[in-house]
Each structure stands twice: as C-alpha cells, then as structure tokens.
C-alpha cells in the first residue's frame, strides 16, 4: 500500500510561482509512475502531469511550457513546479501514483491518491 502526502499550495498572484511536493511511502518508488491532476469546483478531475518510473514526461497542453514534473528518487518524492501561474489554474492538486504503467494520463490509470492541496491563483 502506497501512501502519498503533498504540500506547498497556498494563494498566490496571477504570475507567480508556486512547488508542490508529494511524498510516497509504502512502495518502491522508483518503480512508480508519478502524476499530477487537479480538479476545479464542479469540474472532473483534470491530469495535468505524468512523470513515469523511466523519467519520461508528459503534460496537459494547458500546462505545457508553464508546469515541470520532477522526482528525487532518493526522497522518494515528485514536484511539480508551477510558474506563470493563471488563474484557471485554481484548484486541488492531488498526486497519484501507479506501478510501471505507461502512457498514464487518465485518473482511472492510477490507484493511488494523495489528499490533495489547494492551489487558488488570484487576479
């Protein structure tokens, strides 16, 4: 079982930076694909980010160019780096995880979740 924690959202300016941080324990981490999604109030939740146990990224085209998805296999620990943040970028940002699945861009490839952190980007 795989239990995964994030941290670092909070209220920033349109513009601004913001790091999450998701931490894994329970699994072998480097044998887990890493994702971020988000989800807005009375929409789906959204991917955002994939980061696979083989360091292949993928993006959202909403988020490309602005979001990097990384890890630090020795922390056991990914990161999405958020800059030029806009404000439909508000939401909650949960990390998830699954074992050596590729391409991994949908919530039901994944069948580990984090709680989520808030993340609300004003104008």
Known sequence: QVQ????????????ASLRLS?????????????????????KEREFVARLSWGGSTYYADSVKGRFTISRDNAKNTVYLQMNSLKTEDTAVYYCAAVRL??????????????QGTQVTVSS
Do not use: H, K
């Not at 391409?103 to 984090?114: E, L, Q």
């Open 22 to 42: 998701c931490v894994a324990s329970g699994g072998t981490f480097t044998t887990y694909t890493m994702g971020w999604f988000r989800q807005a109030p009375g």
């Open 101 to 114: 699945r590729i391409p991994a861009i949908t919530a039901r490839d994944y069948n580990y979740w984090g």
């Open 4 to 15: 995964l924690v994030e941290s670092g959202g909070g209220l920033v300016q349109a513009g």
